[in-house]
């Protein structure tokens, strides 16, 4: 370690994502032992060949076998659960929009190890203008932003909008309700950054995958080539 960054280490140490004590001889992990205990990361497990969850044979799990996607694949890292989900709701919830740095390493990481075919560009689910209002950003546009800088691929931050404020995905609980919830709420901002390009869309968490499907429609409908899509969490059963 080189004697700058020690100092700022010892001026800004590093915090764990999930509880945010100071970092001790863990040093290089983003989680302490006690909350890396908790994650359950998917990066050796043999996968869903379309959205990435764990699955037992390595070929489709059973919602991607019964229902239609509109993404070629998803990528997404770790369960939706223990210092994961707590880093998610501390970085949504909790003010804590510079937890991005953090989470965004952990999608960066595991988007470079996927082997995605030649993306174009990187885009995130937007939100509504009021629920920014609120939050004061959105959580799915800085890890897009971070993602798009580690792996140097352009970021098309007015490729998407949301056009309609819809109650959170959170608050529905059947994958029918999710999916006519996020219907026609979504629309693309501008037609020609996405004409003919490979899209990586990134969200914070997959649950059904309604959200990520609704719009890699809406951006093959506008002229888009494929979308690929990408979360930190999966909280699919
Ligand atoms: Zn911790
Ligand atoms: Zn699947």
Known sequence: MSILSKLLNLIFPLRCLGCDDVLGDEKGYLFCDECLKTCEFFRFKSRCRICSAPVEDGNLCAYCRTHERNFIKNISCARYSGAIKEAIKRFKFDKRGDLYRGL??????????????????????????????????????????????????????????????????????????????????????????????????????????????????????????????????????
């Open 104 to 237: 965004g390493e952990i999608l960066a990481d595991e988007i470079s190890d996927s082997n995605l075919f030649a993306i174009d560009i990187i885009t995130a689910v937007p939100i509504h203008k009021n629920r920014l209002k609120k939050r004061g950003f959105n959580q799915s546009e800085l890890l897009a932003k971070y993602v798009s800088k580690e792996l140097a691929i352009t970021f098309a931050p007015k490729a998407l909008i949301k056009v309609k404020d819809v109650p959170p995905q959170s608050s529905l609980k059947s994958p029918s309700e999710r999916k006519k919830n996020v219907s026609g709420a979504f629309a693309v901002g501008d037609k020609e950054i996405i004409k003919g390009k490979n899209i990586l869309l990134i969200d914070d968490v997959f649950t059904t995958g309604a959200t990520l499907s609704e719009i890699s429609r809406v951006l093959i409908k506008n002229g888009a080539k494929t979308v690929f899509t990408a979360t930190v969490a999966m909280a699919k059963a």
